[in-house]
């Protein structure tokens, strides 16, 4: 299992690309509108992992929730997870809490989180490539 990558919530994905493409210099792949979770999402390669910038496009997207209530800054861990509906099960025996259903994210990925009182108060998501 590695870090796929980490969420990073930001008001405006484009003068945080100033930063993170620009300045530090790592690698843009390009952005993608979520609509039904009302964000936009940028990533940028780290080596293995990615770093996933969240921009709200709703008001009640869970992203301005996050803003508001503790400004820009790390959101959430992404797990890589081989195959996901087996992790799910095996972990849900052991007594983990997911937030809802897995469904689809970024890049068509299928990803699910994991309830932040399961995991010291740190928001996991686990993620899988559907090829
Ligand atoms: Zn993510």
């Not at 792949?29 to 009302?38: A, N, Q, S, V």
């Not at 970024?106 to 899988?128: D, R």
Request: glycine share 10%; with cysteine; proline share 2%.
């Amino acid at each position: 299992m590695k870090i796929d990558h980490i969420g990073i919530a930001v008001k405006n994905i484009d003068s945080s690309l100033k930063f993170y493409k620009d300045t530090l210099g790592l690698e843009f792949k390009g952005t993608e509108i979520l609509k039904e979770r009302g964000l936009k999402v940028a990533f940028l390669q780290t080596g293995e992992s990615k770093i996933e910038l969240l921009e709200p496009i709703s008001e009640d997207s869970t992203i301005s929730k996050f803003i508001d209530k503790k400004g820009e800054g790390i959101h959430h861990l992404a797990i890589y997870a081989k195959d996901l509906d087996q992790k799910v099960e095996s972990m849900q025996e052991k007594g983990t809490k997911f937030i809802g259903e897995a469904n689809t994210g970024a890049g068509g990925k299928k990803i699910i989180f994991i309830h932040p009182k399961t995991t010291n108060g740190v928001l996991l998501e686990l993620c899988q490539n559907l090829e």
